[in-house]
């Protein structure tokens, strides 16, 4: 018999707000039973739970997500994710509209934002 992950884990410092964070981002809501304060919080339908640890963020990630956007372009998105809180790390956009953008959440964890299928022509 084989594995399934059955989530992706984020250690934070603040689980509850760290998932409100990418609840917004991916516009999926978190657990029903997810409240201010608790020190796991879980996004079910993308399967990411955020575990409230009392060590701090300090090298780069290993992991992290690609964000497609569905249905803005890559540009429109990143604007959207600075509002949300979102911090841009690298800028890896090119003259010619390829690239991407790398970006952090509020508590550093870094993320990239790629074209979406339109901009790939897909």
């Not at 990411?48 to 992991?63: A, D, G, M, Q, Y």
Request: net charge negative; aromatic share 6%.
């Amino acid at each position: 018999m084989t594995s399934l992950i059955r989530h992706v884990t984020i250690d934070c410092s603040d689980a509850y707000a760290l998932a409100t964070f990418w609840s917004k981002v991916l516009d999926q809501p978190l657990h029903e039973e997810d409240e201010p304060g608790d020190p796991m919080a879980l996004i079910e339908a993308a399967g990411v739970l955020f575990v409230s640890v009392p060590e701090t963020k300090t090298v780069k990630n290993r992991v992290h997500f690609d964000l497609q956007p569905q249905d803005r372009t890559r540009d429109e998105e990143v604007e959207r994710l600075l509002a949300l809180g979102a911090t841009v790390v690298d800028d890896q956009r090119r003259p010619d509209g390829t690239g991407w953008v790398v970006m952090a959440d509020p508590e550093g964890n870094e993320f990239c934002v790629e074209r979406s299928q339109a901009e790939r022509g897909e």
